[in-house]
């Protein structure tokens, strides 16, 4: 393991645990981009260039700029009175100790079993766009036609309420 | 290798994804908002992402592309999904006036 991993890792999970605890809204959301940019640089890390740059292109340049939309939309920028954990904070936090528990457990036992290539795969951005065209064209038509959907279905469900009042 | 499965580069990564999930699940779980909840799901959509691509990286064939493709359909739902939430969270915003998940516990508008 290198020493980038390591630190990679520690940048995304600070990042994710930042965007988790801290108590601004907008705090969050810087924290989660920087969760998200670590999520990238460890594509890049595991030579999957067009994954990572996908990732900084579709999470950095759009999710995260839809959460401060949402958050500015909704003044979520105020602090709420009563806290900003909920009532049952507790029993969420046992659940997801557990199933850390439970999949950390089954990687260590597991991972032994499975065979490991530690060649660097040779795939060009070439071949992606081959496949993409050729062996995945269904899913990626299906892919497209979702986020039309989507697209078209977020406006109507943010609009509705306007439309019912005039 | 040593005989602890921590020190392959792939054990690394699925751990990292799965405290990554861990925490993703604790946003969801354990927030009061409703933008921090979907910011819980996000990192653990993304979390899954990074398993897909270890897998990719260090298995036995990775010139197929089979996990990379996953990992680059499943940002592209991700992503529809986040329009989608934000969207919904806007709409009950508008409707309720709170963001807050404890308030929101009418099914009726």
Redesign the interface.
């Known amino acids: 393991?290198s020493p980038m991993?390591y630190l990679l890792?520690a940048l995304?999970?600070a990042g994710?645990?930042a965007?988790?605890l801290l108590k601004h809204?907008v705090h969050?959301?810087l924290a989660?981009t920087v969760?998200?940019a670590g999520?990238a640089l460890?594509?890049l890390q595991?030579?999957?260039q067009?994954?990572g740059f996908?990732?900084i292109l579709?999470?950095i340049g759009?999710?995260a700029i839809?959460?401060v939309?949402?958050?500015l939309?909704?003044?979520?920028a105020d602090l709420?009175r009563d806290?900003?954990?909920?009532?049952?904070?507790f029993?969420?936090?046992v659940?997801?100790?557990a199933?850390?528990a439970v999949?950390?457990w089954a990687?260590?036992?597991g991972?032994?079993a499975?065979?490991?290539?530690?060649a660097v795969?040779?795939?060009t951005v070439h071949?992606?766009g081959d496949?993409?065209v050729g062996r995945?064209v269904l899913?990626l038509e299906i892919?497209a036609l979702?986020?039309t959907?989507?697209?078209i279905?977020?406006?109507i469900?943010?609009m509705?309420?306007k439309e019912r009042r005039q | 290798m040593t005989s602890v499965g921590m020190t392959t580069p792939l054990a690394g990564y699925l751990l990292v994804a799965a405290m990554l999930f861990a925490i993703g699940l604790a946003g969801a779980l354990v927030r009061r908002n409703a933008i921090l909840v979907l910011i819980g799901i996000e990192l653990m959509l993304n979390s899954a992402n990074l398993n897909l691509i270890a897998f990719w990286r260090y298995g036995p064939h990775p010139e197929a592309l089979t996990g990379m493709m996953f990992a680059i359909f499943s940002i592209a739902v991700a992503a529809a999904e986040a329009a989608v939430g934000l969207g919904l969270v806007i709409a009950i915003h508008r409707h309720t006036g709170t963001t807050e998940l404890d308030k929101i516990n009418r099914m009726k508008g």
């Open positions: 393991m991993f890792a995304t999970l994710g645990l965007a988790v809204l969050c959301a989660t969760a998200f999520l460890l594509f595991l030579d999957a067009f994954a996908a990732q579709v999470y759009a999710v839809l959460i939309f949402a958050i939309l909704t003044r979520g709420p806290g900003v954990f909920s009532s049952t904070w029993i969420g936090l659940i997801a100790a199933i850390f999949l950390a990687v260590i036992q991972v032994r499975v065979p490991q290539q530690m795969p040779a795939v071949d992606i496949a993409l995945y899913p892919v979702l986020l959907a989507a697209t279905g977020a406006v469900v943010a509705l309420e």
